[in-house]
């Protein structure tokens, strides 16, 4: 492969890995903590083997007790390493065979792999610039634990596998269900030998081969490399040993590899998250929220007591000034509720509002549910109960922040029109001229009482001008203040819708920073972390 496409294959496997890495940090809190982690090790291991030589491909034999795992080793290798191994008391230790020995020191380190063999070159094996490390291991069904921890830690290391198997033991479930299947993802650096051929004729030996490939299949690994060899007779053994040679020519084992981790790590993620997007947040089921709330928040009250508080400020302003003091001895339904105050600092007043009670608490929560149902629906499991999870935080602080909101909201109260000031000036020249016309009554049955000389009430039409007066102002006040009450009834409707809107838009703002801005920061994470799944796993 030439240099170019090498490094097009490490960016695209960066992209992936990074894309891997977000869709991790996106699913903390959502995901299980042992998921996530087997990410990390994954990424962990990815920038590990990425920083060593890449020069080098690790090629790993793995076989079951008696599948002639190590003999195949030592046919491949044109060496006897692995029959010196046997003899060695540690059993359990690795044995690497290398070709191409500057280098590979700090792989083998991280590998953990200490009996090292530096071999020289065989023809049609490892030659060129490529260097190559055999790796043998101990068998996959050893009973000794430390033995099988070995084998699956190095498996989830190796560049490429080598599963070694025999015509007697090929179809073994614990090989299968414990190894391969688990492996399906990494069919591009897999190779499977059927060794020990030399058992059969030929017409058994093709027959096992078709059931073994017909079991891959089943695996996941339809398409494998499936080589029939003796390590005995020496049959196959150069087909295997030119297939490795073309791997470690490549130099992409170690990047396919890794890739195949990726995207099992993200199939991982893919399968405890579930698929599916979530609805979002709409328009009519915000509103719908925002109306349940402020219901629940006694709003409709608010607006009550701010359409009854207006008319009583206008009938004070504008009533008949003989009458309308009587007004002060009826309470403010705004102050009732500690509301519409021009000296309250909204940051530390609170309503008087009742609280609400179980009806109202039921209502919320129900508001709040149907909110997040909506907005979640289509969300796969996990992320359902992450968006259900912030919602429920918000809605244990609506109740505190509505009352803020509600007492921080300028109703207008002390806003004061123009017209009352008009009438009530209308109102007090009423009052005066009824009170001018009677001192100028007063005046004439003072004057009559005492039986002094009495001017002439002026007339019109026969009418005295005092009574006129007195009969006039009257009047006009009674006038005035009628016309008062309903200008300012059509008024406080006004105040009162425009109190409702200021309401519901503050009500709004509690609503969209405790329920609707968290729900949709999740959904949004949702999004980003399936787009980043995607990419990780290749789509």
């Known amino acids: 492969m030439s240099r170019h496409s090498q490094v097009r294959s490490a960016s695209r496997l960066q992209e992936r890995l990074d894309s891997l890495n977000t869709a991790r940090e996106l699913a903390a809190g959502v995901l299980a903590d042992a998921q996530l982690e087997a990410v990390y090790d994954v990424l962990d291991r990815a920038a590990s083997r990425r920083s060593l030589s890449t020069g080098h491909t690790v090629v790993g034999f793995f076989g079951a007790t008696g599948s002639g795992k190590s003999s195949l080793f030592n046919?491949?290798?044109?060496?006897?390493?692995?029959?010196?191994?046997?003899?060695?008391?540690?059993?359990?230790?690795?044995?690497?065979?290398?070709?191409?020995?500057?280098?590979?020191?700090?792989?083998?380190d991280w590998l953990d792999v200490r009996d090292r063999h530096a071999l020289p070159e065989v023809a049609d094996f490892a030659g060129g610039e490529a260097g190559l490390i055999l790796l043998d291991l101990p068998d996959i069904d050893s009973t000794t634990v430390e033995n099988r921890q070995l084998v699956e830690r190095l498996a989830g290391m190796v560049d490429v596998l080598v599963w070694v198997l025999d015509p007697q033991k090929y179809a073994d479930a614990a090989v299968h269900h414990g190894f391969l299947r688990p492996m399906a993802t990494h069919g591009a650096v897999t190779l499977v030998v059927l060794n020990q051929m030399d058992k059969l004729n030929a017409a058994d030996g093709n027959a096992v081969v078709d059931s073994l490939r017909g079991i891959l299949e089943q695996d996941g690994l339809a398409g494998v490399p499936v080589f029939g060899t003796s390590a005995v007779t020496g049959d196959g053994v150069a087909a295997v040993r030119g297939a490795i040679r073309n791997v470690v020519v490549q130099r992409e084992a170690?990047?396919?590899?890794?890739?195949?981790?990726?995207?099992?790590?993200?199939?991982?993620?893919?399968?405890?998250?579930?698929?599916?997007?979530?609805?979002?947040?709409?328009?009519?089921a915000k509103a719908h929220l925002v109306a349940e709330l402020a219901t629940a928040a006694n709003v409709p009250l608010v607006v009550h007591a701010v359409e009854r508080s207006f008319k009583r400020q206008s009938a004070r302003r504008t009533g008949w000034p003989v009458t309308r003091w009587l007004l002060r001895f009826r309470p403010?339904?705004?102050?009732?509720?500690?509301?519409?105050?021009?000296?309250?600092?909204?940051?530390?007043?609170?309503?008087?509002?009742?609280?609400?009670?179980?009806?109202?608490?039921?209502?919320?929560?129900?508001?709040?549910?149907?909110?997040?149902?909506?907005?979640?629906?289509?969300?796969?499991?996990?992320?359902?109960?992450?968006?259900?999870?912030?919602?429920?935080?918000?809605?244990?602080?609506?109740?505190?922040?509505?009352?803020?909101?509600i007492a921080g909201t300028d109703l207008k109260a002390s806003r004061r029109p123009l017209w009352w000031a008009l009438f009530n000036a209308f109102q007090w020249l009423a009052l005066l001229l009824a009170v001018g016309g009677l001192a100028w009554l007063g005046v004439v049955a003072a004057l009559g009482y005492f039986q002094l000389p009495t001017p002439e009430v002026p007339r019109t039409e026969g009418w005295p001008w005092p009574t006129l007066m007195v009969a006039g102002g009257v009047l006009f006040g009674v006038v005035l203040a009628l016309g008062g009450r309903m200008l300012g009834a059509g008024a406080a409707r006004v105040r009162a819708k425009g109190a409702s809107r200021r309401l519901q838009a503050a009500v709004g703002l509690v609503a969209e920073e405790h329920i609707v801005e968290p729900v949709e920061v999740e959904i949004t994470r949702l999004k980003a972390f399936n787009a980043a799944l995607k990419a990780a796993r290749g789509g």
């Open 75 to 108: 046919a491949v290798s044109g060496s006897n390493l692995a029959t010196a191994a046997a003899r060695r008391p540690t059993t359990s230790a690795p044995l690497a065979a290398v070709w191409g020995e500057e280098g590979s020191g700090p792989l083998l």
């Open 254 to 284: 170690a990047t396919q590899r890794l890739s195949a981790d990726v995207a099992r790590a993200a199939s991982g993620l893919a399968e405890v998250s579930g698929d599916g997007e979530a609805h979002g947040v709409s328009s009519q």
């Open 332 to 405: 403010d339904p705004l102050r009732r509720l500690n509301l519409g105050r021009d000296d309250a600092k909204p940051e530390l007043n609170r309503t008087s509002l009742p609280p609400a009670g179980a009806p109202g608490r039921a209502r919320t929560d129900a508001a709040v549910r149907a909110f997040v149902d909506d907005a979640s629906a289509g969300a796969p499991g996990p992320w359902r109960a992450a968006i259900r999870g912030v919602a429920r935080d918000g809605r244990e602080q609506l109740p505190d922040a509505l009352d803020q909101a």
